[in-house]
């Protein structure tokens, strides 16, 4: 099954490179399904509303003005990106706050995935995730691909950090959905893929309020039911035991350390288990673990998820 056939890619205002477009590309000729990318911009100037000496129309007309010169430049940097059997348009919309406008976007256009480029500092030579990616991660409803490169390294994994340990009925199902997208990215991109789960150490202070307690056998139950959940996954899903890792420490720390050494392009995360109002708190663990990845991030969401934008609960 093809997954990601219509995808909204988000325009990097500040370069004529656009990374999210390239890889936008590189998983549209792929699919086995007709691919529609749409190349999206959010722009909006303050003066153009506060310009009292002129009409409501005139404003108007500026405004459009402006958004057709960037209709135009967008088709200009699109070009050397585009390819013959995927259907391609450029949308630009006015609107002062682009993560709101990207969600709009997605529920009106009903795209399967929102793709977009983060920027690299280059002191620091690691990635910066700007103010409208985190919002994006909290509340977007449908998965979001933030991309760091646009060329795929050669040899490449994917990676899906995945929660075995839980008995949660939500963290179950988007372990599957994790397994089952990165499967489907690893064929589309010619990847190796991996599963990768962290269970916690033994809390010092059980030891030290319960001197009976036995803290190698508590350590020792807690790896085997991880080790257990993750071999009946990646059965589930067909995955090779040497595919799997399971490891006792923080995920912020394992993930990444894996990541850098597979030689990941890319990390899916699940990025919260709430849904609701709640689900507008990403939770700590996630951030982390992003926060140190230096690739690619897919994030999905669990099944049952309700935006705080979603247009329906503002009926």
């Not at 991996?194 to 150490?201: G, Q």
């Not at 990941?264 to 673990?289: C, D, Q």
């Amino acid at each position: 099954m093809s997954i990601y056939n219509k995808i909204l890619v988000v325009a990097d205002i500040n370069h004529d490179e656009q990374h999210a477009l390239a890889r936008a590309m590189q998983l549209a000729k792929k699919s086995r399904s007709p691919s529609q990318v749409t190349f999206f911009l959010s722009i909006y100037d303050f003066s153009y509303d506060m310009t009292s000496m002129l009409s409501v129309d005139e404003r108007d007309a500026m405004r459009r003005g402006v958004i057709h010169q960037r209709e135009q430049w967008m088709k200009k940097v699109a070009k050397p990106y585009l390819e013959e059997n995927v259907e391609f348009n450029v949308v630009v919309v006015w609107h002062n706050r682009p993560y709101e406008a990207i969600i709009a976007e997605v529920y009106s256009g009903e795209h399967d995935i929102v793709i977009k480029g983060t920027r690299k500092h280059d002191v620091l030579e690691s990635v910066i995730f700007t103010p409208t990616d985190w919002h994006l991660l909290r509340k977007c409803p449908k998965p979001v691909l933030l991309v760091k490169n646009a060329e795929w390294p050669e040899e490449a994994s994917i990676l899906a950090s995945v929660h075995v340990g839980s008995e949660n009925p939500t963290h179950q199902d988007l372990n599957d959905c994790m397994v089952r997208q990165m499967q489907n990215l690893c064929e589309r991109l010619e990847a190796k893929p991996y599963l990768v789960n962290a269970y916690p150490v033994t809390p010092a202070n059980i030891t030290i309020e319960l001197p009976e307690f036995d803290p190698t056998t508590y350590t020792d139950a807690v790896r085997g039911h991880h080790l257990t959940s993750m071999k009946a996954l990646r059965q589930a899903h067909g995955i090779d035991e040497e595919q799997t890792i399971v490891e006792q420490g923080l995920p912020e720390d394992i993930i990444p350390q894996h990541a850098a050494e597979l030689n990941a392009a890319m990390v899916i995360i699940g990025t919260t288990g709430r849904t609701g109002l709640s689900a507008v708190f990403i939770g700590n663990t996630a951030e982390h673990v992003i926060d140190k990845i230096n690739c690619d991030v897919l994030a999905l969401k669990p099944n049952g998820y309700i935006s705080p934008l979603d247009p329906q609960t503002a009926i």
